[in-house]
Nanobody, 124 residues
Framework: QVQLVESGGGLVQAGGSLRLSCAASGRTFSSHAMGWFRQAPGKEREFVSAINWSGGIINYADSVKGRFTISRDNAKNTVYLQMNSLKPEDTAVYYC?????????????????WGQGTQVTVSS
């Protein structure tokens, strides 16, 4: 069982930055791939980024590539999402997720554990 708690969301102006954190409980964090997803009002949950167990394989959605950076610290059981050059269309609830196994995925159905989400609002 893995429990995930996100933090770091908030209100920021367009062009600004935020850093999201996701703290995981349990001793098996390093054996899980991690992902970030987001869901805007009235829209489906969409993939943002994923990182494999070691941090050596990383994927991004095209919409955030070059602006967002995912990383993980297995010693701290934490995954991060650094978000720069934020745009109003980045406004959403951001969720971190853990997937049993070592490879990340862009498919939310393949993740076993989810955090409660953190709101990110980007004003124009």
């Amino acid at each position: 069982q893995v429990q995930l708690v996100e933090s770091g969301g908030g209100l920021v102006q367009a062009g600004g930055s935020l850093r999201l954190s996701c703290a995981a409980s349990g001793r098996t964090f390093s054996s899980h791939a991690m992902g970030w997803f987001r869901q805007a009002p009235g829209k489906e949950r969409e993939f943002v980024s994923a990182i494999n167990w070691s941090g050596g394989i990383i994927n991004y959605a095209d919409s955030v590539k070059g602006r967002f950076t995912i990383s993980r610290d297995n010693a701290k059981n934490t995954v991060y999402l650094q978000m720069n050059s934020l745009k109003p269309e980045d406004t959403a609830v951001y969720y971190c997720a853990a997937r049993s196994g070592t490879s990340g995925s862009y498919k939310h159905a393949e993740y076993n554990y989810w955090g409660q989400g953190t709101q990110v609002t980007v004003s124009s």
